[in-house]
């Protein structure tokens, strides 16, 4: 079955950097659309980046447009999100999402068939 792995989360303060990696199996990673969401608490979850299958194309949330960097190696089957200038705002879970088969890229979490378990980024002020 289809497995996605996040990690890289943690505590950071105001204005430092972390890099998730989700590690994907069970799939044809080179043919499906990946995508981060994050959910903080009380609240929906949201788009925050997607790539395209071969890593030409990415999109971003507009709170993270510039701080935040989307990527690929289908040879290893991870996608990695780089977060730098990070806010106390940025505090959430993150999830990793894969649309196998896509077609388009997706920014809404029902364009996504497959989910991992999240992993807490907390940005302290």
């Known amino acids: 079955q289809v497995q996605l792995v996040e990690s890289g989360g943690g505590l950071v303060q105001t204005g430092g950097s972390l890099r998730l990696s989700c590690a994907a199996s069970g799939l044809t990673f080179s043919n499906s659309v990946m995508g981060w969401f994050r959910q903080a608490p009380a609240k929906e979850r949201e788009f925050v980046a997607a790539i395209s299958r071969r890593g030409l194309s990415t999109y971003y949330a507009d709170s993270v447009k510039g701080r935040f960097t989307i990527s690929r190696d289908n040879a290893k089957n991870t996608v990695y999100l780089q977060m730098n200038s990070l806010k106390p705002e940025d505090t959430a879970v993150y999830y990793c999402?894969?649309?196998?088969?896509?077609?388009?890229?997706?920014?809404?979490?029902?364009?996504?068939?497959?989910w991992g378990q999240g992993t807490q980024v907390t940005v302290s002020s």
């Open positions: 999402a894969a649309d196998r088969g896509a077609t388009y890229i997706g920014r809404r979490a029902d364009d996504y068939d497959s």
